[in-house]
């Protein structure tokens, strides 16, 4: 019988400071990477007060005229940064109903003529109109930097709950002025009526190594399937983040930290949106998980025999980590979701996917 999970462990990141509870909180991560692959993240280093002025300005970045988001829609971004408007993606045949702004870590895009085409997914980001939305950019910025650092932290910890060197995984990154990390701002509206489907966003992995996720409203409304397949809840906890292991992290541990299938249900009927905020953290693009075997101590690969194999879940992209470059896998998934920005910007891999033309909705599997 498979181990299971009918909640989502709540860890306290003050305990990695002190010397007398570190080793508890090692132990929850472990518990957490091989059994859940979810995990809540109290007292984290991230400033509460730029936590509350990006909160701040999230209703007034969605309640901008449609003009000014349009001028930075997501379509004039070979990085894929940018503005997408309601219902343009499908997840598993079904509209996501969400609207969202792309935004990343700063980076100067190192694509020359040449080179892969996955490294022109890095590069500048689009903002609005500093006038519009004023100290808008200074807070995302300053969020974005603080959530990198406590990434970068946590890869460590990660490290040392499977009995690897504090640097183990730093292989998988490049140096800093080489990285980008992408972040995400989202409004899941309420449905316009009782026969609306209540898919925000279907189910689904994320590509990278860890997410860090600020519920930025009270809204329940993200759930996870756990290994029998059921839906767990993963309420707002304030004070928090969720994090979650990425399909990169699975693979590049052989299976051992688990990416856990999640989605996000709409907020009810008569209710107010439901926002959000993701940050994704990266790996290298010219990185080959397959090429880069960890080794882990016997006790450590024994927690995941004990753990069982998961059921059949309902997500099922990002299978590509087994043959090709992670910038590669990245950009694959890019391409299906965002088909506008494919065919201005990678038109020979819009036409392989999209032979028929330009559809009307992307849709990542």
């Given at each position: 019988?498979?181990?299971?999970?009918?909640?989502?462990?709540?860890?306290?990141?003050?305990?990695?400071?002190?010397?007398?509870?570190?080793?508890?909180?090692?132990?929850?991560?472990?518990?957490?990477?091989?059994?859940?692959?979810?995990?809540?993240?109290?007292?984290?280093?991230?400033?509460?007060?730029?936590?509350?002025?990006?909160?701040?300005?999230?209703?007034?970045?969605?309640?901008?005229?449609?003009?000014?988001?349009?001028?930075?829609?997501?379509?004039?971004?070979p990085h894929f940064l940018g503005y997408s408007?309601?219902?343009?993606?499908?997840?598993?045949?079904?509209?996501?109903?969400?609207?969202?702004?792309?935004?990343?870590?700063?980076h100067t895009c190192r694509w020359k003529p040449?080179?892969?085409?996955?490294?022109?997914?890095?590069?500048?980001?689009?903002?609005?109109?500093?006038?519009?939305?004023?100290?808008?950019?200074?807070?995302?910025?300053?969020?974005?930097?603080?959530?990198?650092?406590?990434?970068?932290?946590?890869?460590?910890?990660?490290?040392?709950?499977?009995?690897?060197?504090?640097?183990?995984?730093?292989?998988?990154?490049?140096?800093?002025?080489?990285?980008?990390?992408?972040?995400?701002?989202?409004?899941?509206?309420?449905?316009?009526?009782?026969?609306?489907?209540?898919?925000?966003?279907?189910?689904?992995?994320?590509?990278?190594?860890?997410?860090?996720?600020?519920?930025?409203?009270?809204?329940?409304?993200?759930?996870?399937?756990?290994?029998?397949?059921q839906w767990i809840d993963v309420p707002p906890?304030?004070?928090?983040?969720?994090?979650?292991?990425?399909?990169?992290?699975?693979?590049?541990?052989?299976?051992?930290?688990?990416?856990?299938?999640?989605?996000?249900?709409?907020?009810?009927?008569?209710?107010?949106?439901?926002?959000?905020?993701?940050?994704?953290?990266?790996?290298?693009?010219?990185?080959?998980?397959?090429?880069?075997?960890?080794?882990?101590?016997?006790?450590?690969?024994?927690?995941?025999?004990?753990?069982?194999?998961?059921?059949?879940?309902?997500?099922?992209?990002?299978?590509?980590?087994?043959?090709?470059?992670?910038?590669?896998?990245?950009?694959?998934?890019?391409?299906?979701?965002?088909?506008?920005?494919?065919?201005?910007?990678?038109?020979?891999?819009?036409?392989?996917?999209?032979?028929?033309?330009?559809?009307?909705?992307?849709?990542?599997?």
């Open positions: 019988m498979a181990a299971n999970f009918s909640s989502i462990p709540v860890l306290d990141y003050s305990q990695v400071s002190d010397p007398t509870r570190k080793s508890k909180f090692i132990a929850q991560l472990r518990h957490a990477l091989i059994n859940v692959g979810f995990l809540y993240l109290s007292n984290s280093p991230v400033a509460q007060r730029d936590i509350d002025a990006l909160i701040d300005h999230i209703p007034r970045l969605f309640a901008l005229p449609q003009e000014a988001k349009d001028k930075i829609r997501m379509a004039n971004s408007k309601l219902g343009a993606e499908l997840t598993r045949g079904k509209t996501d109903h969400r609207e969202q702004f792309d935004i990343a870590t700063p040449g080179d892969p085409d996955y490294l022109k997914l890095w590069g500048p980001s689009q903002w609005p109109d500093e006038n519009m939305l004023p100290g808008f950019k200074d807070v995302m910025e300053r969020y974005l930097a603080q959530v990198q650092a406590l990434g970068y932290k946590f890869i460590g910890l990660l490290a040392e709950a499977f009995s690897l060197p504090s640097d183990a995984l730093a292989r998988f990154y490049d140096s800093d002025e080489l990285m980008q990390h992408r972040g995400k701002i989202v409004k899941y509206p309420t449905p316009v009526d009782n026969a609306a489907s209540d898919q925000g966003v279907g189910p689904h992995y994320d590509a990278g190594f860890l997410t860090f996720l600020l519920q930025a409203s009270p809204h329940p409304g993200l759930q996870v399937q756990n290994l029998s397949g906890i304030p004070g928090t983040f969720v994090v979650n292991i990425g399909k990169a992290l699975e693979f590049a541990t052989q299976g051992l930290a688990r990416a856990t299938s999640h989605r996000v249900l709409s907020p009810p009927k008569g209710s107010t949106p439901r926002y959000s905020v993701p940050f994704f953290q990266n790996i290298s693009l010219n990185v080959r998980l397959a090429d880069e075997v960890l080794q882990f101590p016997p006790d450590i690969l024994k927690l995941k025999e004990q753990r069982g194999t998961a059921s059949a879940t309902d997500s099922v992209n990002f299978t590509e980590f087994d043959r090709e470059p992670s910038g590669q896998v990245n950009l694959i998934g890019r391409v299906k979701s965002h088909p506008d920005v494919a065919e201005m910007h990678y038109p020979e891999l819009f036409r392989q996917f999209f032979p028929q033309g330009l559809p009307a909705q992307g849709s990542a599997y």
